[in-house]
């Protein structure tokens, strides 16, 4: 598969505004998750999330415009600015020739939620009158495009927490087919509000303690918000302009279950990452970190550590495995751009962040991953795993500039 040059990265989480936060607290295993209170949920049980700070949004909201954009769409913008700085792009480096295509799982879910809220409780009182634009998916995804006049091809992913992995392949594909020079890619998601955090609640998925992805006694996962976005472009165009390349990005696949909404099939993850790696052209042995898709659920758990036992083979007691999810929460739609960008920073320093809160080797999966503390380790390439609900899965494969 031909490299696709990755050129900026931006990314607003509930470990801070920026990539350099949302790396240090990765690496550092310093948790972003805060106590969570909603008012409308009748005896709330889980009371854990990693929110966005308060004083963070603000800042961001002070270059917004709330009238015609939700809260997901202001998170998208902010790490786009970020990841297209870094690039060294400006408004006339995109035009037709650049695409973006960024994923949300689930869309304007605070302007739905007050929107709902209104209707019922004041009924007679005029609905506002920009809510369908902000609650679309495809809001975020709209709205980088025109603040940056790409005027190629725009798409919006939709996969729950497959949506930002898939959208970053789309866009590398875009690139390889010739259909477009450089593509803004990624997700953004934000729905910690009332209504909606009831009903994951009600799914009992996620832990009313701490998330210990991959330990024994774990418990489940822990709900986070965000947006992480990336610059691809074709190495050639890269190289033109004289751009910095952070990484390449040198493999990926998506595959399907197509057996259980809920319930993950391991033959669909091992599909998966069997084809990332074969499409990298790389030996598994010379993959040195995983940041692993690792909700801290039971039975995903389990599925991630068949496929990549299975795949990996003797090369996976050399690989080194962590879930940063407890760090900055399962951002879902952007949870799989989030986890890429500390994936290529983790490869760029050669250092595997850690498991936190890692209780001990369940008997069921029978391994540790990177427990507690972050783990040096020498190596040209890591991966990053997005499952899905939906049976939808993905992994990306990245390798440091020119080692592919």
Not at 363 to 392: L, Q, T, W
Request: proline share 5%; hydrophobic share 45%.
């Amino acid at each position: 598969m031909k490299p696709v040059a990755i050129t900026g990265l931006g990314a607003v989480s509930a470990c801070g505004i920026g990539v350099e936060p949302l790396w240090t607290a990765a690496r550092d295993g310093r948790s972003a998750v805060v106590d969570v209170a909603f008012p409308r949920i009748h005896r709330q049980q889980v009371k854990r999330a990693a929110r966005i700070a308060e004083a963070d949004f603000a800042a961001l909201a002070t270059d917004a415009k709330p009238r015609f954009q939700d809260r997901t769409a202001i998170l998208a913008l902010a790490a786009a600015r970020e990841a297209i700085a870094q690039a060294g792009l400006g408004v006339g480096d995109f035009g037709a020739r650049c695409g973006v295509v960024v994923g949300s799982g689930f869309g304007g879910a605070e302007t739905l939620e007050r929107n709902y809220v209104r209707f019922v409780e004041a009924p007679a009182e005029r609905s506002d009158p920009m809510a369908i634009p902000k609650i679309m998916t495809s809001s975020p995804a709209s709205w980088i495009g025109m603040e940056w006049k790409a005027t190629g091809p725009t798409f919006c992913i939709s996969t729950a927490c497959a949506s930002a992995t898939q959208s970053i392949a789309l866009a590398a594909d875009l690139i390889r087919a010739g259909v477009v020079d450089r593509c803004i890619a990624g997700g953004a998601e934000s729905l910690l509000v009332d209504g909606v955090f009831a009903s994951w609640e009600a799914m009992h998925v996620m832990t009313t303690g701490v998330c210990r992805p991959f330990s024994r006694e774990r418990t489940g996962m822990v709900l986070g918000e965000g947006a992480g976005i990336v610059v691809l472009e074709a190495p050639e165009a890269a190289r033109a302009r004289g751009a910095t390349v952070l990484a390449e990005l040198v493999g990926q696949a998506n595959t399907s279950d197509a057996a259980d909404l809920l319930r993950p099939d391991p033959a669909g993850a091992t599909a998966c990452v069997r084809g990332a790696v074969a499409s990298s052209g790389l030996d598994p042995a010379r993959i040195g970190y995983c940041n692993a898709h690792g909700t801290g659920t039971i039975a995903n758990d389990v599925t991630e550590t068949q496929a990549l036992r299975e795949v990996f083979g003797p090369a996976f007691d050399g690989l080194l495995v962590s879930s940063t999810k407890p760090i900055h929460g399962h951002a879902l739609g952007a949870g799989g751009a989030l986890e890429l960008i500390v994936t290529v920073e983790a490869l760029r320093a050669q250092i595997a962040p850690p498991t936190i809160d890692f209780l001990g080797v369940d008997p069921k999966i029978g391994f540790e991953p990177v427990p507690h503390v972050a783990r040096a380790f020498s190596a040209d390439a890591a991966m990053s795993n997005s499952f899905a609900f939906g049976g939808i899965n993905a992994a990306l494969v990245v390798a440091l500039p020119g080692r592919a």
